[in-house]
């Protein structure tokens, strides 16, 4: 683009924008160590999403859990995480985005510290949903703050990209971390990493962010405890559906339906009161852009794939390949290599150079194209070549979509809307792997069930075959149950179909985006005859003929 962008929170269509964006002199001078400060604080709390998955049998062990009782170490963060979510970014909006930052960082650091020192079940799952709170106060105001902190353009775009690699490359890291944490220290020591962490962000943050002043806005209670509600009883519902090993789901149970209708109920009590009140917590109006809101969904749709396909590969490398839990770890190493260079690529230079749409349409085609390969698993294959070029191809096709997705969803946004706009961007994520693990998980375990009652059918006794199926089933493991060769064709199975539906998940984004940011009658800005002055996006990168 031969001009400079105007920043995206000024647009010419809304003059109640044009006055809300910060003096220059606000602007801080140390931009390098606030992206720093904001991008540790980022990958801290994404990380933890994987870091403790793999210590969950270490857990077990050493606090004495019950087989129920060790799901609520996950259901717990993922909670206050997702019900909260809303919250955090409005907190940020009203009381200062720094304060707030600070705040969700604190809590979530000494949470950790506590959570390392557990010894018994109610200790850790207490300190798992402290834990969840601060990071919903963190996460959406980390957002917020580049999009209020850094000059629109080349400046934000880069700093976009580094939050991107972060947040996409949490979940590989976490893998990693956590096997090498658990494998050499202790189970303890995931939680422990926090803390430092947390130190130097704290003390940094003072330093590299600005404070932003209050905002005159009043908290909407009625608003908060509605979206919080409504979050947690969707983010409950869906993880209580999802299907365990056994292939049996819960997706009819009382609990799950009540928590689902709950939910529906509680979103729409919450959309009426937001329509009526004066001081919304989600002003309905940021939903009215479309390309926003279609920017949610595809974040919704993209972890949705995304969260299943690390939990499902996981297992399948450690159970299929008997990759240790460190060599697992390395395995994803690639993937998080990939989603920074893509992000950093696209936040330098093809954004400026294509605009965002063209890189929305392309990351789902070259994610979902990267499923399909992974879906074709064997189980007497290899690294290289069944699940590498996939997962590059996975996380290329995310890096594609990180950077412009944001950008998409602070464009034209106020500045006291800043955190409120990016929490959705949050929520798709936890709302998405939510369902992922509940939906795909459904269909996976459900393919690993029936593929272990055909094999034994199929074989000589399938009577007796039957009884061990069922009994190996119930008994919550399939390594220490069946034959490996019956458990490594069922999860090869199972978690094939699974990877296909995936597949599709993600191609849908690709629709969505096609839609969400269809232009009309408008044209490529730098088709735009020179001279003449229409009204242009500087994101979508069109302008009106």
């Not at 902190?149 to 490359?169: D, E, I, L």
């Not at 908290?219 to 209580?240: E, N, Q, R």
């Not at 990016?422 to 939906?439: C, D, K, T």
Request: glycine share 12%; net charge positive.
């Amino acid at each position: 683009m031969a001009s400079e962008p105007l920043p995206v929170t000024q647009d010419p269509t809304r003059p109640e924008l044009m006055q809300a964006a910060p003096p220059a002199s606000s602007a801080p001078r140390r931009l390098g160590l606030a992206l720093v400060v904001i991008a540790a604080a980022q990958l801290m709390i994404v990380l933890d999403a994987t870091i403790v998955n793999v210590a969950l049998p270490h857990i077990q062990r050493a606090l004495h859990f019950s087989g129920s009782g060790l799901e609520w170490v996950v259901t717990a963060y993922s909670l206050a995480f997702g019900s909260l979510l809303l919250l955090g970014g409005r907190l940020g909006d009203i009381y200062g985005r720094r304060r707030v930052f600070m705040a969700g960082i604190a809590i979530f650091s000494v949470a950790s510290l506590l959570g390392g020192f557990a010894t018994s079940e109610a200790w850790i799952i207490t300190t798992r949903a402290i834990q969840g709170a601060g990071g919903a106060l963190a996460a959406p105001t980390a957002l917020a703050l580049i999009a209020t902190t850094f000059p629109a353009g080349p400046p934000r775009n880069r700093a976009f990209g580094v939050y991107a690699g972060m947040s996409g490359a949490g979940g590989a890291v976490g893998l990693l971390l956590g096997g090498v944490l658990t494998t050499y220290a202790s189970w303890r020591w995931i939680f422990f990493v926090n803390v430092p962490i947390g130190i130097v962000v704290l003390s940094l943050a003072p330093i590299a962010l600005i404070a932003t002043p209050r905002s005159r806005s009043r908290l909407d209670i009625p608003g908060v405890v509605t979206s919080s509600a409504a979050l947690a009883f969707l983010v409950y519902g869906l993880t209580h559906a999802a299907a365990g090993i056994d292939g049996v789901s819960h997706w009819g149970s009382p609990v799950t339906v009540f928590s689902l209708v709950a939910a529906a109920v509680l979103f729409f009590t919450f959309v009426q009161i937001e329509r009526r009140t004066s001081h919304p917590e989600l002003p309905l109006r940021l939903l009215a852009n479309r390309a926003r809101t279609g920017s949610y969904i595809m974040m919704l749709l993209l972890f949705t794939g995304v969260f299943s396909a690390f939990f499902f590969l996981t297992i399948y490398i450690q159970t299929v390949y008997h990759y240790s839990a460190v060599l697992t770890g390395i395995a994803w190493v690639p993937f998080p290599i990939t989603i920074i260079i893509m992000s950093t690529l696209v936040a330098r230079v093809l954004v400026q150079r294509v605009g965002v749409r063209p890189l929305m349409m392309a990351g789902p085609l070259l994610a979902g194209l990267g499923f399909l390969l992974l879906s074709q698993l064997n189980a007497s294959g290899h690294y290289w070549p069944n699940l590498l070029p996939g997962m590059l191809l996975v996380s290329g096709g995310m890096g594609l979509m990180f950077v412009p997705i944001t950008l998409t969803v602070v464009s034209k946004v106020a500045p006291q809307e800043a955190g409120v706009a990016s929490s959705g961007i949050n929520i798709g994520q936890q709302v998405g792997g939510a369902i992922g693990l509940a939906a795909i998980g459904t269909i996976a375990w459900g393919g690993v069930a029936h593929s272990v009652t055909s094999q034994f059918a199929a074989a000589p006794g399938a009577a007796g075959g039957a009884s061990a199926a069922s009994a190996a089933a119930s008994g919550g493991g399939l390594t220490g149950h069946l034959p490996a060769t019956v458990a490594d064709t069922a999860l090869t199975s199972g978690f094939s179909t699974a990877l296909e539906v995936t597949a599709v998940v993600v191609f849908l984004a690709f629709f969505v985006a096609f839609f969400a940011t269809w232009t009309g009658r408008l044209r490529l800005r730098s088709a735009v005859t020179a001279g003449r002055e229409q009204p242009c996006d500087e994101v979508l990168g069109t302008c009106e003929m």
